[in-house]
């Protein structure tokens, strides 16, 4: 009877403080209402707002990774990530360079899926969290959450990469032209999307207002479906962004506080290695590329394997 009554008084203890996270979450997360946003509404990226709840276990002063993933998701995504763990994500030295990859989650408001991710977090130590809901239209504070993170505990690795869960990355490739690169600072690359409009339609996904952003042309910046830049970046845009009006367009976030940084983004190859859209998948078309996007869970483990497989194999120029 008493475990009976201790149990119920420990279930309302923990429903009754997850709402009070949720009501500080409400209020406190910018200095707004993060949790009732609308696409319209104008907010202020503060810098440090928040404390971490999750961090990586790693400690990157002892052993510096080469290249930083970090992929943004979503807390109920678990099977995504066990999979991308054990492929293109999975913790690897590639040309005797170490790559790793985190996850960059806010918080669920249902109790139970917050312990998963809990769960998760101790048993591979990967994820990195912070007190804001996670919701599309807060993808600017998870990528932030990210480059403040690299900024504060990881900046002794060289190059870092933001893409997202629904993205197939060639991370052999991928290194294999980040160690061509003479210039190692004040760089960045991804789909480079120049004189770019703000659309206008309220009923887009990608909808901006003017008075979110007033200008008819965003200055230049690369596709959020996956960039890479030099880790000093991470340093100056995290320095700069609270001087940057918030706009919920993350990749279009970054860019103003590349133009305001003095940064132009660049192609990191002569051919197109970055893809928005979805390849049709082959092991030599692939092994040409760093990302393409809309690539389904399972697509992601038989494409990775049938590049592993194919990497000794020769394909024709072009």
């Not at 009070?20 to 406190?28: A, E, M, S, V, Y």
Request: glycine letters at 4%.
């Amino acid at each position: 009877m008493a475990s009976k009554r201790f149990r119920q008084i420990f279930f309302l203890t923990t429903i009754l403080v997850f709402a009070g996270l949720c009501f500080l979450i409400k209020w406190t997360s910018v200095g707004e209402c993060i949790f009732c946003q609308t696409k319209t509404e104008d907010i202020f990226l503060k810098q440090g707002n928040g404390q971490f709840l999750l961090v990586p276990h790693s400690d990157c002063s002892q052993i510096p990774p080469f290249l930083v993933i970090l992929v943004t998701s979503s807390p109920t995504d678990l099977k995504v990530r066990v999979i991308i763990r054990e492929t293109w994500g999975k913790k690897r030295l590639i040309a005797n360079k170490l790559i790793v990859t985190y996850f960059l989650l806010g918080i669920t408001l249902n109790p139970e899926e917050q312990v998963a991710v809990i769960n998760e977090s101790l048993k591979y130590g990967d994820i990195i969290q912070k007190s804001f809901v996670d919701t599309y239209y807060n993808l600017t504070l998870k990528t932030m959450m990210g480059i403040e993170w690299i900024h504060k505990f990881c900046s002794q690795s060289s190059f870092v990469m933001k893409t997202d869960s629904d993205v197939f990355v060639n991370t052999y490739y991928l290194t294999e032209l980040l160690l061509k690169k003479i210039q190692k600072t004040r760089f960045f690359t991804g789909f480079l999307k120049q004189n770019d409009h703000p659309i206008r339609e309220i009923s887009s996904k990608w909808y901006m207002s003017k008075n979110e952003y007033p200008r008819n042309v965003y200055p230049p910046f690369c596709s959020g479906t996956g960039y890479v830049f030099s880790t000093d970046v991470a340093s100056l845009v995290y320095r700069i962004s609270d001087n940057i009006t918030f706009v919920k367009l993350e990749d279009v976030f970054i860019g103003l506080c590349l133009a305001e940084l003095g940064i132009k983004p660049e192609n990191l190859h002569s051919k197109q290695t970055f893809f928005p859209e979805r390849l049709k998948f082959s092991p030599c078309r692939f092994k040409q590329i760093v990302t393409s996007h809309f690539v389904k869970p399972h697509e992601l483990m038989i494409y990775w394997n049938a590049l592993e497989k194919s990497m000794d194999e020769n394909c024709p120029d072009g």
